[in-house]
């Protein structure tokens, strides 16, 4: 396989694209250096169908969702594990106002992929009243970009270098760069977004599924440990966690439980995150053969998909991008 397409950036959207040109039969080489604060590989991995305190559908989320099914099928058959999996979301209804807003919900038709009254047991001893958000879906991140990496380097696909190309001195048909909030300075307006969370034990925690509050409780599926964040920071001086990070986690985990609490780690990432809340996706303005695909901000695990098949199609002239998602906007 030749190597006419040079996509720089190695994390998840990244990867997200290699496997989709993968999958296509279209030559490309994979290339990327890490990055101590990379928001992959800190990442939840949640697909969240519904937000808001008006449970809300996130925008495309039908057209997203359907993209990730298929194209992490795809992958978890290549590689031969299972990181994909469908999840429900808990949301605890604290007032009038958001019980009315979950009652409009659950009688429209466009909503019952995602609302429901599904009712758990141990949520019912509580006696506080909830509403279960179904049709979410969890990546394992880490693992599959971690097993994604093994996949490309054993098939000479993929090379690590010591930091961020953003001039390639190889000849190649064309650049993709895939590169993440690190990569702010190569695509314009991104806002580098530091997100912080806490790897924790809750011994005395008996809720199911994933909950959210103030933050998202997320199981991990392992050692009893939970993923609880995120702490948002935009255009953050400091890298890597913080103490005031770590405090706001805490005390919204407070809120939602008062047993004991064991943290294993503190994590912290820089997301690309865009100020109209769009990816950036497409030709590189006034520079041939170059293009864009960055800005999924928190949800690359819901975007990149569906985002990379439609940068593929446009680059192999069997398909167009929107406007709203064109670099050219900045």
């Given amino acids: 396989m030749s190597h006419s397409t040079l996509i720089i950036g190695h994390g998840l959207s990244g990867c997200v694209l290699a496997m989709t040109f993968y999958r296509h039969h279209i030559p490309f080489h994979l290339t990327g250096a890490s990055h101590p604060d990379e928001a992959s590989m800190v990442s939840s991995g949640l697909i969240n169908p519904v937000t808001g305190r008006k449970y809300v559908k996130s925008w495309m989320i039908d057209e997203y969702t359907d993209a990730a099914i298929d194209f992490y099928g795809y992958t978890e058959s290549l590689l031969g594990k299972k990181y994909f999996l469908p999840v429900d979301i808990i949301r605890f209804i604290s007032n009038e106002e958001a019980r009315l807003a979950w009652e409009k919900r659950l009688k429209d038709p466009e909503y019952h992929r995602y609302i429901s009254n599904k009712r758990y047991e141990a949520l019912d001893r509580t006696g506080k009243s909830y509403g279960v958000v179904t049709g979410g879906y ?50 314009s307006g991104l806002i580098p977004n530091k997100g912080e969370a806490l790897i924790v034990r809750l011994p005395e925690w008996n809720l199911p599924g994933i909950i959210k509050e103030d933050v998202f409780f997320v199981p991990l599926g392992y050692d009893d440990l939970l993923w609880v964040g995120s702490y948002y920071e935009p255009w953050s001086e400091v890298s890597g966690p913080t103490s005031e990070g770590k405090e706001m986690i805490l005390q919204a985990i407070k809120k939602a439980y008062s047993g004991s609490m064991v943290i294993v780690d503190h994590l912290a990432g820089v997301r690309p995150t865009v100020i109209d809340r769009r990816p950036i996706i497409g030709p590189y303005p006034e520079k041939a053969d ?14 990149a998909p569906y985002w990379a098949d439609k940068l593929m199609a446009y680059i192999e002239k069997s398909g167009i991008l929107p406007e709203i998602v064109s670099p050219s906007r900045f």
């Fill in 290 to 303: 170059s293009y864009l695909f960055n800005g999924m901000g928190t949800k690359g695990t819901s975007l």
């Fill in 138 to 187: 969890k990546l394992d991140v880490q693992h599959w970009i971690r097993d994604v990496h093994k996949f490309f380097t054993n098939q000479g696909l993929l090379t690590f270098t010591d930091e961020l190309i953003t001039s390639p001195d190889v000849d190649y048909d064309r650049v993709i760069y895939a590169t993440g909030a690190v990569g702010a300075s190569v695509s």
